[in-house]
Nanobody, 119 residues
Framework: VQLVESGGGSVQAGGSLTLSCLASGYRSMNCIGWFRQTPGKEREGIAA????????YVADSVKDRFNITHDYDKNTLYLQMNSLKPEDTAMYYC???????????????WGQGTQVTVS
């Protein structure tokens, strides 16, 4: 499984960004999800896509602003982020997991991450 994130950058508060996670070899996984982490803080699960059922979940903390989608043809997972706040500043990762877990936590495979900075 290989995961490559892109789409991060710097944006002003209130702006929007869409992150992409190009995935390969992931179809046998149970789920693929988005996470974020800032230095000194625990990694936070943001959203997940369950591959077999195509069900999506978004964490309560961001569900009114973030959305997760998946394009089978492009093998890409997206995270659309709207109304961004400075506290959304973090490194964002996608991860895939063999077995089901809430928000696809404790992934088995991880991308390298993409930085989002909101000022």
């Amino acid at each position: 499984v290989q995961l490559v994130e892109s789409g991060g950058g710097s944006v002003q508060a209130g702006g929007s960004l869409t992150l992409s996670c190009l995935a390969s070899g992931y179809r046998s996984m149970n789920c693929i999800g988005w996470f974020r982490q800032t230095p000194g803080k625990e990694r936070e699960g943001i959203a997940a896509f369950y591959i077999g059922s195509s069900i999506t979940y978004v964490a309560d903390s961001v569900k009114d602003r973030f959305n997760i989608t998946h394009d089978y043809d492009k093998n890409t997972l997206y995270l659309q982020m709207n109304s961004l706040k400075p506290e959304d500043t973090a490194m964002y990762y996608c991860a895939a997991r063999r077995k089901r877990s809430w928000l696809c936590n404790e992934g088995n495979y991880w991308g390298q991450g993409t930085q989002v900075t909101v000022s």
